[in-house]
């Protein structure tokens, strides 16, 4: 497996240059720097090196339990001995308090190093965020500390085997039981839905309260944690780990839950409205996945092609394959999909935390989950060719990245859904706000887009109305992230002086600028 280099310097440089986070008024760049820098020579030293060993060794059900591959628990008990589950959780539950941004840097070089491991720990951020959202006081003081502190992880419980992205099959049921609730019911492809690194789970389940022909109106979310209140297992049972093509060492489980005790999260009848509140926060993670794994294909490309000698130069010594054109084209490709995925994550993940632009981050979150997840898979693809037969092997790690990046187009919502969400909700929500954000957006970024911001302007009006707005969903998404990327990247070129390599980021912008589509 070749060694992980974490990608420190672009992510500061998206951060403080593009994404311009020293807007936000508890940023601290002095601080940012350091816990980047610091999580990054732990993850390069530490979760790196079980990713291989984890993807050969995966996981293992026994006796109902699950086993998570040889060196996990030990890695992830020093992950939160650290603090790193608490880093965007409040200082007065135990956390660091350090924001979404630093969180958004810390996972990317997370995934980077072990997608795996980062999935399963990755929840417990989108849990906090929940509970603080939705949760009572009581929930608040009796969940989050131990998420935080990194003693309980968490998942999130929708799916089930005739209820994939249709939530309103949902039929897991929840009855009163006194002042609690029970739950009975399935739920499949449930990432850590068991592992033996916390002795505590805590299942956050969409749960049907009301009559099936409710709808997602009778659905409600329950927090159900795998150990009772009085110390024995809640009636939540691991019945099958799937196989997967990828993260071979993150646990996809199908859990059965038989009467097990839970209590209800918010208003009954309002699950859905607090899932997606997690699931966005999950997208936006799924998009830094997708970034993570195209910078690992660059990364991997850059480090093959400059070592492997082929072909004879002009003066007849024998060159690295990286001065070929069409080998160079690939890793420029992989570079600049992983820079300017990076940069429209920032973009949005700045704009949220400001809280002055809902309808620009609500219309950008389906773009950047799309966006990236397909630059994750095409940058893996195109190191798999630029190392030829032996990024085939399994040896140099460009086939695991390809296996763990396919995912990414399909969990939290399939890519198909991403983009018949912004070809219908996203354009005519709050009366289009978003689309007139989006436009705006580009031309600020980039006067050279104002025709086809204008363009776009008008496609997205006639979509909006359209009866078939879904049949042309696809090609107006194409349409829509060719369009942010330009964007993204005229705002990377923009403070590119302020880069390690400013060469190299002018270079790849004008190659950008040049293109038509995004690839």
Known sequence: MTTFHAPTDDILFSLRHVARADRLPDWDDALAGEITSHFAAFAEGRIAPLDAPGDAQGCRLENGRVRMPDGFAEVYAELSAGGWQGI???????????????????????????????????????AISLLLRFGSEPQKQAYIPPLASGAWLSTMCLTEPCAGSDLSAIRTKATRDGARWRLTGEKIFISGGDQDMTDNILHLVLARTGAPEDGIRGLSLFACPAIAEDGSRNAVTVTRIEEKLGLHASPTCQLAFDGAQAELVGAEGAGLAAMFAMMNHARLDVGLQGVAHAARAADLAKTYAAERKQSRGGDGAAVSIDRHPDVARMIDAC????????????????????????????????????????????????????????????????EQNWRDSRICAIYEGTN??????????????????????FAAFLRESDPSLAEAAAQ???????????AQAGEEAHSFMEATCALAYRAAWARIAAGGDHASDPARLQRLAGKVKAQRAVW
Not at 416 to 437: E, H
Request: charge should be negative.
């Open 416 to 437: 198909g859904i991403q983009a018949r969400t912004t070809a219908t909700r996203s354009l005519t929500r709050n009366d289009g706000a978003g689309a007139q954000a």
């Open 335 to 398: 570079d600049a999909l992983a820079l300017g995925g990076r940069a429209l994550c920032h973009i949005t993940l700045v704009a949220q935390e400001l809280g002055t632009e809902p309808d620009f981050v609500a219309f950008m979150t389906p773009v950047c989950k799309y966006f990236c997840s397909e630059a994750g898979s095409r940058a893996a693809d195109l190191a798999i060719q630029v190392m030829g037969g032996y990024g085939y092997l399994r040896e140099y790690g460009a």
């Open 456 to 466: 776009w302007e008008a496609e997205a009006k006639r979509i909006a109305s359209s």
């Open 88 to 126: 965007a959780a409040p200082e007065a539950f135990g956390g660091m308090g350090l924001g979404g941004p630093v969180l958004a840097a810390v996972s990317e070089i997370f995934t980077g190093a072990n997608h795996s491991l980062q999935m399963v720990t990755s929840l417990a951020h989108g």
